[in-house]
């Protein structure tokens, strides 16, 4: 079973660039999170959709922008990157209902 | 809007001595109390929940948590600490109350047994 699959696992940027990190679920999850992880910081939430075609905002979400492609996909995407993006970025999906979210292994990303 | 605090960075215990993490939360309804673990360089994995019911819930690894909701934590123990329980431990909450399934996370707390 994949679960949740993130790619890339490691990316490096430079200040200014873009990219898009991508999320994708085959366990027919209704809900979909985007988390960042910094020492010290626990993970903090950045965007999360609770179904597809709806997207709401987490705890951090200046700078990031996402879109709930379907059911299976939910992308994050950075317009201009900044050095203060470098963490490590964790995606993860859940059932209806009082469940357990599954995690990604997790993107690491730095900006230069 | 909802919360979670861990109010240790670091927990050391020796091997076999009993462990305990905590967690304390705040939330406006009802709270859906969660623990994951995270091993290095890993995604995070599913401990236990608190839905409703009995205060004492179990989980992987024998791992249990208590629910006290006068005092609004759920602390983590382990009757037995296992050098491989060495890892980074996450509490995390949902509010019963809040629309949109939100889910908020604590810092997390180091947990390091010795042998």
């Known amino acids: 079973n994949a679960g949740v699959t993130q790619t890339p696992k490691f990316q490096v940027l430079k200040t200014g660039q873009s990219m898009t990190l991508q999320c994708a679920q085959d366990?027919?999850?209704?809900?979909m999170y985007w988390y960042r992880q910094d020492p010290g910081m626990g993970l903090r939430l950045i965007y999360y959709?609770?179904?597809?075609?709806?997207?709401d905002k987490g705890e951090v979400p200046n700078g990031y922008n996402v879109s709930r492609l379907n059911k299976r996909e939910f992308s994050l995407r950075l317009e201009s990157a900044a050095p203060s993006q470098t963490s490590v970025y964790f995606c993860?999906?859940?059932?209806?209902?009082?469940?357990?979210?599954?995690f990604g292994q997790g993107t690491r990303l730095t900006v230069v | 809007a909802q919360s979670v605090a861990q109010p240790e960075d670091q927990v050391n215990v020796a091997e076999g001595n009993p462990l305990t993490v905590k967690c304390t939360y705040s939330?406006?309804?009802?709270?859906?109390l969660f623990w994951y673990v995270q091993y290095p360089n890993r995604g995070l994995q599913f401990l236990l929940k608190?839905?409703?019911?009995?205060?004492l819930v179990k989980g992987s690894y024998g791992f249990e948590a208590e629910f006290n909701k006068s005092q609004t934590s759920f602390h983590l123990k382990k009757p037995s600490a296992l050098v491989s329980d060495s890892a980074l431990y996450f509490c995390?909450?949902?509010?019963?109350?809040?629309?949109?399934?939100?889910?908020?996370f604590g810092a997390g707390t180091i947990l390091r047994v010795k042998s």
């Open positions: 993860a999906s859940r059932a209806p209902g009082v469940t357990e979210a599954f």
């Open positions: 366990m027919n999850h209704n809900s």
């Open positions: 959709s609770a179904s597809e075609g709806t997207t």
């Open positions: 939330v406006s309804g009802n709270p859906y």
């Open positions: 608190y839905i409703t019911g009995d205060n």
């Open positions: 995390a909450v949902r509010d019963g109350m809040e629309y949109g399934n939100k889910l908020v």
